[in-house]
């Protein structure tokens, strides 16, 4: 069991402010054992607290070094759960559809996009889509950016007919997102498959990542393709983040401009940039309204997370260089993130 302590005083938050970090390859991480190996203490606690919480993966990496890595079975005649669960990777792990987590690693194949010179967040959506593509007038419609989407402030309800003007309102809307998945194949010329595959899955080194349809009760709520993965690939993803837009074998998939604007707080909403969380505002917008504080007191203020249905997680910690995964069924506890991330810190010592 390895478990790193940071020295005090935080380090630079390179996915932040531009400065680079390592660039060493992702880990893979290897077996850590069993839980019976953990000697009683904090780790312990937090990972028996995560057991306990209907979790199928769990994964901590620090310093690209593995804290914990544990895979337990699927909860039992779960029938929602099962709707997200495909077969099992290499490793033994459960590839899972990882519900609107996807939506930040769509948001690194947009910052691709604008890095290849394909998207302009500026443009109106329909530039890329053509007109009608909401139930909003002409008029209404022109003044909807690709940015509105991202930001969930198009101004659009769920059946894209017009609610606000864009760029106005905080409104999370998950059928209105979708459309950056036809922005990204129109932009392109290519289907969204192969650029996931070529631009960020690939030269990142996720191994067990690929879209698939969704059965018809998840993509009736408007995404009819879901992102499968592995907990291992999600920590590859967010090696990558962390190490300033670099891969597996040094490569660059993303440039650290597109990853600073996509982790800038948006207008609207301080705790949400392009289709990520961020952690550390005043107040939160969530999807059923606004809470005062940030998102997850207990964690880093400068904690960037990737949230999915089901407490789907990939927390990332620059100052901490910190990467925390978490898969499976929907929680026990309703205050589930806060009461991870005090184990979590009581763990690591931090």
Not at 94 to 108: G, I, N, P, R, T
Not at 213 to 221: E, F, H, N, S, Y
Request: with cysteine; hydrophobic share 45%; glycine share 10%.
């Amino acid at each position: 069991m390895i478990v790193r302590t940071m020295a005090n005083g935080l380090l630079v938050a390179g996915l932040l402010c531009g400065a680079p970090l390592l660039h060493a390859q992702a880990p893979r991480p290897g077996s850590a054992g069993t839980a019976q190996e953990i000697p009683p203490g904090p780790m312990r606690d937090l990972v028996d607290y995560v057991q306990g919480q209907r979790t199928t993966g769990f994964l901590v990496i620090q310093d690209d070094h593995v804290v914990v890595e544990r895979n337990w079975a699927a909860p039992a005649a779960d029938k929602v759960f099962a709707s997200f669960t495909y077969e099992r990777s290499g490793d033994g792990a459960l590839l899972e559809d990882v519900a609107s987590a996807q939506k930040s690693f769509v948001s690194v194949l947009v910052a691709i996009a604008i890095d290849k010179g394909l998207i302009d967040v500026e443009k109106p959506v329909s530039a890329y889509l053509g007109q009608g593509w909401s139930k909003a007038s002409p008029g209404q419609e022109s003044g909807i950016r690709v940015l509105d989407v991202l930001t969930m402030s198009s101004g659009l309800d769920e059946r894209f007919a017009y609610a606000a003007p864009a760029g106005t309102r905080f409104f999370y809307n998950t059928p209105v997102y979708a459309v950056t998945k036809r922005i990204l194949a129109a932009a392109s010329g290519r289907p969204l498959e192969a650029i996931t595959r070529d631009w960020l899955t690939e030269p990142a080194g996720m191994r067990d990542t690929a879209w698939r349809q969704r059965p018809l009760a998840l993509a009736g709520v408007g995404n009819a393709t879901g992102l499968v993965t592995s907990p291992r690939d999600i920590a590859a993803f967010g090696t990558m983040i962390l190490k300033g837009g670099i891969g597996a074998e040094g490569r660059r998939v993303v440039s650290q401009a597109g990853l600073k604007a996509m982790l800038t707080p948006s207008a609207d909403n301080p705790a949400y940039g392009r289709l990520w969380w961020l952690n550390g505002s005043a107040y939160t917008m969530r999807a059923s309204g606004r809470s005062e504080g940030p998102l997850v007191a207990a964690a880093p203020a400068d904690m960037v997370a990737a949230l999915g249905a089901l407490d789907r997680r990939l927390y990332i910690v620059p100052s901490r260089r910190l990467i925390v995964v978490r898969t499976g069924a929907a929680t026990v506890d309703k205050d589930f993130d806060q009461k991870l991330w005090l184990r979590i810190m009581a763990a690591l010592g931090l």
